[in-house]
């Protein structure tokens, strides 16, 4: 199958529609001529307009357990100022512990095979232990628990004890070097540190030792709990214990749950790093529960009969948003390890034997499929698969032909954009609307989004600057160790004034769709996972040959890739002896995502007058666009390189 970009490719029927959770909210919240049930522009528009009304009928439609108060919304000057229930209380772990049972509420898999499941009863009872060893540890509300983990069943678990005693979470998987991990977890000061002492990928087996006494070598930190034994004579910089012995003294009971503010500070996710350390978003516990659950069961169909499976790592924030499927009585499956080990269809045979209804992945890995000549439509059955939900990057029209030709004709499938600043989603499925190809199907409910020009003008053709101009409820809290909040509002309000600015290009379709452009900042992208150049040259700075660098994303094939050019010293080659001494450090002392993908050595590097290096005048360069201002560059004729190399490499068209 091939065709136009916004030809339609799958279209619910009327009794699809009409089963839908979002078309009961629609009814639900119909006015007499105000709308119908399937105008899902109205119901939009509502929701903007009205955001009393809309937030009031969604925490009651979603049946949130808590104390909601008498008021919803409370507008502000700006969007910062704006409140969501100012008088509530709730506790996000209360709702996704609600109703235990014999039900299976976690399936959890690893690549070297291991399978393990657990109840919701059994669920409650073991975050009920780790509630009573927090708090016998001294771990309180607004305390921070850091955490280097793979995605797995105890990770989940102490998440939602974590939340049940109101303490703060923050989590990077273990495939971050000891800076990467130090960079951003010691930053929060953490009570204690949660660690897997070493994990399996692939068939390797890699020990976390240093990571983790990188992380506990801040004096905040009072002990290590490890999800494991230790490897045999590795020494910690801190008093380690397994998590058995841990919990030990503590039987399983009722969990007292801290019930808080809406605005209750629960969740720190981690900007990717493009100028010094990474910035620490704090998310608000009401924000991720009310937003999550939304974009779940109205936007994804979801339910207490469902299996939602998302591949993830616990760095990246749709780690967190599956999670909150367990409040709709989802079964979580998820995984750990190498997605293509032992074979290409490891993840593709989960969903027929653990009968997934909703697959969650990335356009990189719906895109590897195809190029590894999958096609689990005449390898699988994939009868319990209706949705593939796919974020991290756009995903190509010839993805979508994919999808429909090689998976499933019949499914719903939903390309999602948001990102780790709202932990949450902007644009993704709308499953009473068709599918069309090479296009997301709409905002989000609440999100009133736009494309602007330089001046802050709304584009009428061709792609602008992504921006919502609504308050939402997944907006961050605030950012860590920002009092009067001026990193916050430089990060998303400094490019419009009082308007959220995403940083990425977006372009608005005739039918109420979006299609992504990718990144309008200098944010690296690769594989849909965002990164920052500051990470890069931390470790690249650190060696003698090279005098400075700029890395820049190049786009290809849908994707991006990392290209770093070196200035290197009069007396130095770029050989593939100095090739593989920068890779190693970037891998080892940031993450594998890091590594670019080219090195390349040039004369001169761009640089304004003030003399800050300048990746934008670089980027643009490589692709073909007009640099806006080199007057504001002392060194313009240099970039006469980068667009010779970027012609030699195909990289002009941005191909």
């Not at 593939?576 to 594998?592: N, Q, S, Y």
């Amino acid at each position: 199958m091939t065709g136009k970009t916004g030809e339609i490719l799958w279209q619910p029927t009327a009794e699809q529609q009409q089963a839908t959770p979002l078309w009961a909210f629609s009814q639900s919240t119909i006015k007499s001529g105000q709308r119908t049930a399937d105008d899902y522009g109205a119901l939009l528009r509502w929701s903007i307009e009205h955001p009393e009304d809309f937030y009031s009928a969604l925490w009651n439609h979603l049946d949130i357990i808590g104390e909601m108060g008498k008021t919803a919304f409370v507008p502000g000057d700006s969007l910062l100022e704006a409140k969501f229930f100012p008088e509530a209380k709730l506790n996000y772990a209360e709702n996704l512990l609600r109703d235990p049972s014999d039900k299976i509420a976690i399936i959890a898999h690893r690549d070297d095979g291991t399978r393990r499941q657990i109840s919701r009863r059994e669920l409650v009872a073991k975050v009920s232990r780790i509630v009573l060893a927090l708090r016998d540890q001294g771990v309180s509300e607004g305390d921070t628990i850091a955490a280097i983990v793979t995605n797995d069943l105890e990770a989940i678990e102490f998440y939602l004890a974590s939340a049940a005693i109101g303490a703060i979470w923050a989590s990077c998987s273990p495939d971050f070097g000891p800076e990467g991990a130090s960079d951003r977890l010691t930053q929060i000061k953490p009570k204690l540190l949660i660690a897997v002492p070493d994990y399996h990928y692939a068939g390797k087996h890699i020990k976390v030792t240093d990571t983790i006494n990188a992380v506990a070598s801040t004096s905040s930190v009072q002990r290590i709990i490890l999800l494991g034994e230790a490897p045999e004579k590795d020494k910690y910089t801190k008093p380690a214990i397994t998590l058995e012995d841990w919990m030990a003294p503590f039987e399983p009971g009722e969990i007292n749950y801290c019930r808080a503010g809406f605005d209750q500070p629960m969740v720190v996710l981690f900007s990717s790093g493009t100028t010094g350390k990474p910035k620490c978003i704090v998310h608000r516990a009401g924000g991720l529960l009310l937003q999550h659950k939304k974009e779940m069961a109205l936007h994804c169909n979801m339910g207490e009969h469902d299996r939602l499976f998302y591949f993830s790592t616990c760095g990246w924030m749709m780690w967190n948003w599956q999670i909150s499927a367990l409040s709709l009585g989802t079964t979580l499956v998820t995984f750990d390890g190498n997605p293509f080990y032992p074979e290409p269809h490891r993840l593709i045979d989960l969903i027929d034997s653990e009968r997934i209804t909703v697959f969650g992945t990335s356009a990189k890995y719906i895109d590897a499929c195809s190029k590894a000549g999958l096609e689990p439509k005449k390898t699988h059955s994939l009868a319990s698969l209706r949705a593939v939900l796919s974020t991290g990057s756009a995903l190509l029209p010839e993805s979508f032909d994919y999808i429909y030709d090689a998976w499933k004709p019949d499914i719903h499938l939903a390309s999602v954009s948001g990102g780790t600043d709202i932990c949450a989603c902007f644009v993704g499925g709308v499953p009473t609307l068709p599918v069309r190809r090479g296009e997301l199907q709409g905002a989000m409910l609440g999100m009133d989004l736009d494309a602007l020009d330089d001046e802050g003008n709304p584009v009428s053709s061709g792609s602008g600057e992504f921006v919502c101009r609504s308050p939402h409820v997944s907006m961050p809290v605030k950012f860590w160790d920002d009092a009067d909040r001026s990193r916050y509002r430089d990060a998303y309000f400094s490019r419009f004034p009082g308007i959220w600015a995403q940083g990425d290009y977006v372009e608005k379709c005739p039918g109420g769709g979006f299609i992504i452009h990718g990144r309008s900042d200098t944010t690296l992208n690769p594989g849909g996972v965002r990164i920052g150049t500051a990470e890069i040259y931390r470790q690249v700075e650190n060696i003698n040959e090279v005098l400075e660098a700029v890395a820049v994303g190049q786009d290809r094939d849908g994707d991006q890739r990392v290209v770093l050019f070196l200035r290197l010293r009069d007396s130095a080659q770029l050989d593939e002896e100095l090739a593989k001494t920068i890779r190693t450090a970037i891998r080892k002392g940031a993450t594998p995502r890091h590594v670019p993908a080219e090195i390349v050595a040039v004369p001169d590097i761009p640089r304004t007058r003030s003399g800050k290096i300048s990746e934008i005048a670089v980027r643009d360069t490589i692709h073909g666009r007009k640099i806006k201002n080199t007057t504001a560059l002392a060194n313009a004729e240099c970039l006469v390189f980068f667009a010779d190399w970027a012609k030699k490499s195909g990289a002009g068209s941005g191909s």
